[in-house]
Every structure is written in structure tokens, then in C-alpha cells.
């Protein structure tokens, strides 16, 4: 495995160490955007003690919650998703894991999904056994997303009902299937430089096809309520750092992009991102379709001057 030095990725001026990101994106990533939409297809009412989420039914955060989506509501947020330019649909559930019939369900919509609309179909849907992952692949679903958050040395401090292991194990369950898996984490949790490198390398060494990179936005009613954001230079850094290690893997900037990088987006692109989560997130609003697309042709321009 390649070696990296910590202390570039958090000594070196980022007017050395964008350019360096951004030409290896340009080498194996070169001028696709990576677009994806969402749908909360179950929320809240979840059993785990996760300190960022506002989905815990532990903390107080006033979310609207509600059981699994109809299959005809999940297949309309599909059809909106394609309409505002979104190559990949994820549908997305709380919870540590879903029941049979739950899967069932979404492996029919899956379905239908891929064979009437004709958009990739990605799923979150918590910890997962081989079987049901079989059955989803056949239905047509092409990404798993199972974050692993940070570190595992840090991983104790955001969460107790249940180990990174058990994240691990979601993902090798995935790839034995075959599925490509999406696995980031969230930037801000009180994670040092030393923790982040080392996810990204846990990134890299399980060879993950995509890897989201949130901002932590701070919500009211969780333990994580009063932490104060990152900076943009921080995430523009941590932005590099990921690229550079990861290479020839999307990386998308998700959560948070609107609240720590405000007027900088575009420079995140500059920094080795090439892909967006576009049309808001599971309990917080993003900006509208027509400000990310206009963003998104500002992103182009700046990659092909």
C-alpha cells in the first residue's frame, strides 16, 4: 500500500496542495460530474444512539417521522430525481435494519424503478444480510451506501449500540454479492487530522467505488448540538486529502457543503470532488435545483479552462 505523510496533508498551503489534487482528478476522474438524489424512504424511530443523527429516537431533534414510503411515492421522488439531472436515485431508511417484508417491498420498487424510469438505483438501508442483498441486486439495485463515519479508533465516541466492525462487515457482505458500495463518513465530529487519514485509508484499502464526504451541521437536540463547524479551509483540505489517497474513486461532497463551504463550492471541485448530492437530505433542505445547476455549470467551466 502506498504511504502518505499526515503531516502534508495538514502542513502543506492549499495553493500547493489543491493543484496537485485536482490533477489527479483530472488524470483518472477527468470532466464527469457524479449527480445523485435521495429519498427518505423511512424516518426516524431509530433505536441507535448515533450523536449526529437527528433520526435517533434517543434525542429530542422535532423531525417528522414516519414508516416506510408507499412504492408509489418512492418511484415519484425516482422520476423527480431524473427530471432535475440526478444519474443515481438512493433510497434511503432509519433504523439499524429493515424487516423482510420492508426489503421485499423496496426490491419491488427497485424494479420498477430500473425498468420504467431508467435511473441507477443505490440504497441505504442500514445492516443487511447476503440473501437480501441477492435479492436486491436481481431487482436491479446497482450501489449499497453504508457509511463508516471515521475512524475506528474514534468510532466509540459517536455511537455505542453497535461497532465499526459491524459497518465493516456490511460492506464485505456487499461486495461478495457484487454490488458497489458507497462508504464515506461525516467531517467534524471532533475527529483529529489523524482519524480522518486513517478512514481515508480504510476507504482505500477496501477498494469502495464512492465515498461521500459530509460536513457535520450541528442539530438542536443532539449530543452534538453545540460543536462548532469546520472551516472551509479544513474541508477543502480534508477534500484533497481524500483524493489523493483515493484517486481514481468518486468522491462526493454531501450534508453540510451549503453551511461550511457557503460561497466556495465550487472551489471543492478544484480540490479533487467531482460529484453532489443534489435535492436536499434526509432531515436538513439544501439549496434549490436551479442554484446547483448553476453551480454545476460553473464547476464545468473551471474544469475546462
Not at 99 to 108: H, L, M, Q
Not at 169 to 195: A, H, L, P, R
Not at 251 to 279: C, P
Request: charged share 25%.
Amino acid at each position: 500500500m502506498e504511504k502518505f505523510n499526515l503531516n502534508y496533508f495538514v502542513n502543506e498551503p492549499l495553493d500547493k496542495l489543491i493543484p496537485q489534487s485536482n490533477k489527479i482528478r483530472k488524470k483518472f476522474i477527468g470532466g464527469k460530474m457524479d449527480l445523485c438524489s435521495i429519498v427518505n424512504a423511512k424516518s426516524g424511530l431509530c433505536t441507535e444512539d448515533c450523536k449526529f443523527c437527528a433520526q435517533s429516537s434517543k434525542y429530542n431533534t422535532g423531525i417528522d417521522s414516519h414508516q416506510l414510503l408507499e412504492n408509489e411515492k418512492i418511484i415519484q421522488s425516482a422520476i423527480t430525481a431524473k427530471k432535475t439531472g440526478a444519474e443515481r436515485f438512493g433510497i434511503v431508511t432509519s433504523g439499524r435494519k429493515l424487516k423482510p417484508e420492508e426489503i421485499d417491498s423496496i426490491a419491488k420498487t427497485i424494479n420498477e424503478i430500473k425498468n420504467k424510469i431508467g435511473i441507477s438505483v443505490c440504497a441505504s438501508l442500514g445492516s443487511i444480510e447476503k440473501h437480501h442483498l441477492k435479492l436486491l441486486k436481481d431487482a436491479g439495485l446497482s450501489r449499497y451506501h453504508h457509511n463508516i463515519e471515521t475512524s475506528p479508533q474514534y468510532y466509540k465516541n459517536i455511537v455505542s449500540t453497535h461497532t465499526f466492525e459491524e459497518r465493516l462487515k456490511t460492506i464485505e457482505n456487499v461486495k461478495e454479492i457484487g454490488i458497489e458500495v458507497c462508504s464515506g463518513g461525516i467531517m467534524g465530529m471532533g475527529e483529529t487530522w489523524q482519524d480522518r487519514i486513517d478512514m481515508a485509508l480504510i476507504l482505500q484499502k477496501m477498494d469502495i467505488d464512492s465515498v461521500p464526504i459530509n460536513l457535520l451541521v450541528p442539530i438542536k437536540g443532539t449530543p452534538f448540538q453545540n460543536l462548532s463547524p469546520i472551516s472551509c479551509y479544513d474541508a477543502i483540505r480534508i477534500i484533497c486529502m481524500f483524493r489523493i489517497i483515493l484517486k481514481d474513486k468518486s468522491i462526493k461532497i454531501a450534508a453540510g457543503r451549503e453551511t461550511v463551504l457557503k460561497d466556495f463550492q465550487a472551489l471543492a471541485f478544484m480540490s479533487g470532488a467531482n460529484g453532489m448530492l443534489i435535492g436536499g437530505y434526509l432531515t436538513i433542505k439544501g439549496r434549490s435545483i436551479e442554484e446547483d445547476h448553476l453551480l454545476i455549470n460553473e464547476i464545468k467551466k473551471l474544469w475546462n479552462g
